[in-house]
């Protein structure tokens, strides 16, 4: 099994930066596809950045250009660079983690692991 655990939200201003981090614990899935998602209560959740172990990166219309995936296979760790943020941006953000490791991974890609999210708020 392997545990997630996000970290680096907060609150921020329009415009500005956040970095979230995901540190993955336990089990280590060879090349496998991890993934940020985003959910405002009351809609549904949203897959916004995936990066499989290859290190190619795949974007959401809402976030391309402004956010950037990557990850580092040594300290097992998850990172997403937001940057020229937005008030809709606002959202629980949630990592996730797949056992598999398809050869193009993307947000529809079928998750096996979640960590429990932190929350990002952007003031105008």
């Known amino acids: 099994q392997m545990q997630l655990a996000e970290s680096g939200g907060g609150s921020v201003q329009a415009g500005g930066s956040l970095r979230l981090s995901c540190a993955a614990t336990?089990?280590?899935?060879?090349?496998?596809?991890m993934a940020w998602f985003r959910q405002v209560p009351g809609k549904p959740r949203e897959g916004i950045a995936a990066?499989?172990?290859?290190?190619?990166?795949h974007y959401s219309d809402s976030v391309k250009g402004r956010f950037t995936i990557s990850r580092d296979n040594y300290k097992n760790i998850l990172y997403l660079q937001m940057t020229n943020v937005k008030a809709e941006d606002t959202a629980m953000y949630y990592c996730?983690?797949?056992?598999?490791?398809?050869?193009?991974?993307?947000?529809?890609?079928?998750?096996?692991?979640w960590g429990a999210g932190t929350s990002v708020t952007v003031s105008a």
């Open positions: 996730a983690a797949s056992k598999g490791a398809p050869l193009i991974c993307t947000v529809g890609y079928g998750m096996d692991f």
């Open positions: 336990g089990h280590r899935y060879r090349n496998n596809c």
């Open positions: 990066i499989g172990g290859d290190g190619d990166p």
